[in-house]
T-cell receptor
Framework: SQQGEEDPQALSIQEGENATMNCSYK?????LQWYRQNSGRGLVHLIL?????REKHSGRLRVTLDTSKKSSSLLITASRAADTASYFCAVGGGGADGLTFGKGTHLIIQP | DTAVSQTPKYLVTQMGNDKSIKCEQNLGHDTMYWYKQDSKKFLKIMFS???????INETVPNRFSPKSPDKAHLNLHINSLELGDSAVYFC???????????FGQGTRLTVV
């Protein structure tokens, strides 16, 4: 299975702090993606990092990828209450069979 | 305009019934998917479909079947519903199997 596994399963921090979530996967990948899911809603794509990239930024988001360790991290800087959500990593293997998602990290930002 | 829309949002039905969930995307994507999210929020892909091939997750019971009348639609039919089918079902689409996926808002299916 190429399934991504996020760590930690849950994270609670104060508003303004940085939040870091990690993802590990098992096999070769074409890219790794991070998604956010607010309660009761669908998933929203945040950022995609290709297998030949090591770091990528988007606003307050920073994603790293270490293919030798088969791991990725998502850093959210200067967290806000609106960042409260579940965050999932997903890996694509190169075929037409879509993405394989991890179990997610539930992030709570305390005001 | 909603990129990926699915209906209904909520579906409560009795065991043994047959039901369908509809999905439409207006993004011009070639590939559509159905995912199941269980009570622990674990997302599992059920089907991947484009105009060339249907890829079925081997763990999906054959009571579940996707139907695609055209490239913009991928409906999910479920026969003989069971209690364990209760979950949130998400439709999604992407340009290719590896690109960014766009998700619908989900259909919460409750089998009683």
């Amino acid at each position: 299975s190429q399934q991504g596994e996020e760590d930690p399963q849950a994270l609670s921090i104060q508003e303004g702090e940085n939040a870091t979530m990690n993802c590990s996967y098992k096999t070769s990948i074409n890219n790794l993606q991070w998604y956010r899911q607010n309660s009761g809603r669908g998933l929203v794509h945040l950022i995609l990092i290709r297998s030949n990239e090591r770091e990528k930024h988007s606003g307050r988001l920073r994603v790293t990828l270490d293919t030798s360790k088969k791991s990725s991290s998502l850093l959210i800087t200067a967290s806000r209450a609106a960042d409260t959500a579940s965050y999932f990593c997903a890996v694509g293997g190169g075929g037409a069979d879509g993405l394989t998602f991890g179990k997610g990290t539930h992030l709570i930002i305390q005001p | 305009d909603t990129a990926v829309s699915q209906t209904p949002k909520y579906l409560v039905t009795q065991m043994g019934n047959d039901k369908s969930i509809k999905c439409e995307q207006n993004l011009g994507h070639d590939t559509m998917y159905w995912y199941k999210q269980d009570s622990k929020k674990f997302l599992k892909i059920m089907f991947s479909y484009n105009n060339k091939e249907l890829i079925i997750n081997e763990t999906v019971p054959n009571r579940f079947s996707p139907k695609s009348p055209d490239k913009a639609h991928l409906n999910l039919h479920i026969n003989s519903l069971e209690l364990g089918d209760s979950a949130v079902y998400f439709c999604a689409s992407s340009q290719t199997g590896n690109s960014e996926a766009f998700f619908g808002q989900g259909t919460r299916l409750t089998v009683v």
